[in-house]
């Protein structure tokens, strides 16, 4: 269970971890320090591997364990889970003896006035309160990219030019790209301007999404023309068409991080369109050498496979 929110984790032994000894120190705590997230559990189900380190599953701001040394002798063991949260490292114990006529629920208040002596005792950089869903925001959640692109818009031509995207996270799997690119190419002087919105699973990643491989679907508008030009000789003038078109958008894509912030981005798909762009142009015949009039055309296809790399700033 992922617990990236938590302010204290208590570790108990089985019996205490449940019935009046909890329920009398869950109150204490609350009273001594309000409204913070908590929790207990018996330390027989919590291995210090799931609460310490960067890859731990718990990740509580402290961690205080319980441990009878005898039936009325107790020490409690309260460390900051530095390690997991990168705050100050903070470790203190303290020994309670108790009375062998004290009850359970005495015994549980005692506990809790000294956890929250302990946690008053700590630095103040490590008894920071972290809010919910404060540790996750330690990821990125926007991201700004500058890429290179290139696109298939002909057999044997390619368009390129700059692509400029944004990224938003919506969960860690899942984000939503905005994009914005022009395109050119030096056959029948292709130009193409457009805009972008795709939707992202990287369905693979690394911790805080350092490094990952996602599939996306996306929908894309363009603004595309070309030019036949004139042949010397021919005496038909330069046609040129231009017009808007959308297209869907699957892809495959990854980030792969340099250093820090800085991530290397490509991904590679194709733009399927409904319609095509076509140029036709009307060759007149020529009497002087005979030559019977024709019409050249020039029709795009309506799948381009593509790609874009380049690099990412994570924020």
Do not use: C
Not at 68 to 78: E, F, G, L, P, S
Not at 80 to 97: K, M, P
Not at 235 to 254: E, I, Q, R
Request: glycine content about 8%; hydrophobic content about 50%.
């Amino acid at each position: 269970m992922e617990l990236a929110s938590l302010f204290l984790l208590v570790l108990m032994p089985p019996a205490d971890a449940t019935g009046e000894t909890a329920e009398a120190l869950t109150a204490s705590l609350r009273a001594e320090l309000g409204d913070v997230t908590m929790v207990l559990a018996p330390d027989t189900l919590v291995t210090p591997a799931m609460w310490q380190g960067e890859n731990a599953s718990m990740r509580a701001r402290f961690v205080a364990h319980v441990i009878w040394k005898d039936k009325n002798d107790a020490t409690v063991d309260v460390v900051s889970n530095g390690a997991a949260t990168g705050r100050v490292q903070f470790h203190e114990i303290r020994n309670l003896a108790f009375a062998a006529e004290d009850s359970k629920a005495e015994r549980g208040r005692a506990i809790a006035l000294v956890l929250a002596e302990l946690l008053r005792e700590s630095p103040a950089a490590a008894l920071v309160v972290v809010p919910p869903g404060a540790a996750e925001a330690s990821a990125s959640r926007v991201a700004l990219d500058g890429l290179f692109a290139a696109e298939r818009v002909h057999p044997g031509s390619w368009a390129m030019g700059p692509e400029a995207r944004v990224a938003l996270a919506i969960s860690d799997a899942f984000w939503v790209n905005a994009s914005g690119r022009a395109q050119f190419a030096s056959a029948e002087q292709y130009q193409g301007f457009g805009a972008g919105l795709a939707v992202v699973w990287r369905l693979l990643r690394s911790q805080k999404n350092r490094h990952w491989v996602g599939v996306g679907l996306g929908m894309d508008v363009l603004h595309e023309s070309a030019t036949l030009l004139a042949y010397a000789g021919e005496g038909a003038p330069a046609v040129t068409k231009s017009g808007w078109n959308a297209a869907l958008v699957p892809s495959l894509s990854g980030s792969a991080t340099i250093w820090r912030r800085l991530r290397f981005v490509a991904s590679a798909g194709a733009r399927f369109f409904p319609t095509s762009l076509s140029v036709t142009q009307d060759v007149p015949p020529n009497d002087d050498n005979h030559r019977q009039g024709y019409t050249r055309s020039l029709a795009y296809p309506r799948y381009r496979p593509g790609f874009s790399l380049g690099l990412e700033l994570a924020l």
